[in-house]
């Protein structure tokens, strides 16, 4: 997502912050299909994945006042949000209870005080998928079922067919191998 | 990197991917939140997969789930929120003296036979956009008599906030309205000057408990302006 289309994002959700209806028809018609395939991707489900991005979008108009455009990019409030909702769901499905968006911004997640490091940061998503193309297959697609679907690790298990000390171990060294990745990759000039 | 800003990375990565146990991630939750390294760490991994999901195949859902929502933040029923900033539109919203004045006299039956010169009663009827009144409400002195005029108003999951527009200022709050049958306000003085025949006042749809910024942040639903009677 370029820079400009998050500033477009931050700025209808500012208008959504004032009452704005016509920002909020605006992301909705911008954002409610990326949003939708993602919950679905997760709930696998569609009266449920429109049920959540109901939810989301309901939560959107009463809560845009608490996003800030200087502590998080837009899509990655708006994503989070989404993701969180549909995964509190799933877990709440499996009679576990996932921590909701809100216990996040409690906890600061949404706090930004370095702009300097919130520019660094948007290079770590730039980066992303070269670094997830460096990983081993095995690597790649544990970390995809579990962040993209929502799958823990006994699910990850199950789908790749794999021992549970197995796919923790490729999480583990997945995730290790991204992180060197990213923060190499955002050192060196590309 | 230490073995523990390692395994602390794994965490925060698997924090974010939301494969933690409940346990684990209040404990998780706990601990960042008093440290802002820690929660930094953690946005990395925010940022470094939100490009993972911006690359999912988007797909339109049903237009149902807009007309529901629309229907649950009952824009259905409320004129355009562009009205904060349209003060103009506002002009062409009045209502007949005679006609309120009678609806208030049938509903109050505290018309005074005679009124004291110098203590002026105010009204008003809150319209919606389909000049269906939403409330209606009297003022004198510094005591608001409210009454819900609509049975269709309830709504268990927002609060009804009542606003007065100064000219050229910001909405100032005169507090929360019932949303069935009567109540009585008070107006703080520093707000009573405002109240007068030809101010606006307005209703916003809020969270439970009103506007926790003290600003509307809700849809405007009903809109009226004062008389004097």
Known sequence: MALNDNKNLAALIKGISQGQRNSFNDLYSIMSPKLFALILRITKEESKAEDILQEVFIKLWQNAKTYDPAKAQATTWLYTIARNRALDHLRTDRGNRHQSFEEELVAGLYDEPNPQQLAEHALLGQYLSRCLNLLNENQKKSIQFAYLEGLTHFEVSSKLAKPLGTIKSWLRRGLQNLSTCVERACKVPS | ?229
């Open chain 2, 1 to 229: 990197m230490s073995r523990r800003d390692y395994f602390w990375d794994i965490i925060s990565a698997k924090f974010v991917m939301g494969m933690l146990s409940n346990k684990t991630r209040q404990r998780f939750l706990r601990i960042i939140i008093n440290d802002p390294q820690k929660q930094t760490e953690t946005r990395k991994w925010q940022m470094t997969f939100t490009p993972l999901a911006g690359a999912v195949k988007p797909l339109s859902p049903h237009p149902r789930v807009w007309r529901r929502i629309e229907k649950q933040l009952g824009f259905d029923r409320a004129p355009s929120p562009s009205f904060w900033q349209n003060l103009s539109l506002w002009k062409g919203l009045t209502a007949s003296t005679a006609s309120v004045a009678l609806i208030f006299a049938i509903l109050f039956n505290t018309l005074p036979p005679q009124k004291a010169i110098e203590t002026q009663t105010l009204m008003l009827v809150l319209n919606d956009d389909q000049s269906r009144g939403g409330w209606l409400i009297s003022s004198s002195q510094a005591k608001m008599v409210t009454v819900s005029l609509n049975q269709e108003t309830k709504t268990p999951h927002n609060s009804y906030e009542l606003w007065v527009l100064p000219p050229g200022q910001a909405p100032l709050s005169l507090g929360l309205l019932n949303q069935q049958g009567r109540k009585e306000l008070r107006v703080p003085d520093q707000l009573s000057q405002w109240i007068r025949p030809g101010a606006t006042l307005a209703v916003s749809l809020e969270p439970v408990g009103g506007s926790p910024t003290g600003a509307p942040t809700g849809p405007v639903l009903y809109t009226g302006k004062v008389i004097s009677i």
